[in-house]
């Protein structure tokens, strides 16, 4: 299985390092549309090679998307530590009604119904 893995992180290094090569050319990225931009004096541009803004906007789709799924499995999460703190509670009820001894004298009447049965 680690092989595999090592097998496919190569191929996919490959195939970055070959888009990043094929997409050097400088692109001009703008904060807003030149209409716009011009009567609010926001006139933001940069220069980066393409393969940046590619690589950039791969990761901020993560980003977003796992930010999208923490925030929408909140009510999930939510559940099971409630959940969690229930069966904490019961355990310790449990514990504690072991401990008083009114469980053992229960057990041993039956104990001792069974053997006067026998």
Do not use: C, Q
């Amino acid at each position: 299985m680690r092989y595999i893995r090592y097998a496919f992180l190569g191929v996919l290094a490959v195939v970055l390092i070959s888009v990043a090569l094929a997409n050097r050319g400088a692109v001009a990225l703008h904060l807003l549309p030149n209409g716009l931009a011009k009567p609010l004096g926001l006139d933001w541009t940069i220069n980066l090679p393409l393969f940046i803004v590619i690589f950039a906007a791969i990761i901020a789709g993560l980003l977003i998307g796992f930010v999208w799924e923490w925030l929408r499995e909140h009510k999930h999460r939510a559940t099971a530590a409630r959940k969690e703190g229930e069966v904490r509670h019961l355990k310790r009820e449990v514990s504690r009604l072991k401990g008083t001894g009114a469980a053992k004298e229960e057990h041993d009447d039956v104990l001792a119904l069974l053997d006067e049965a026998s």
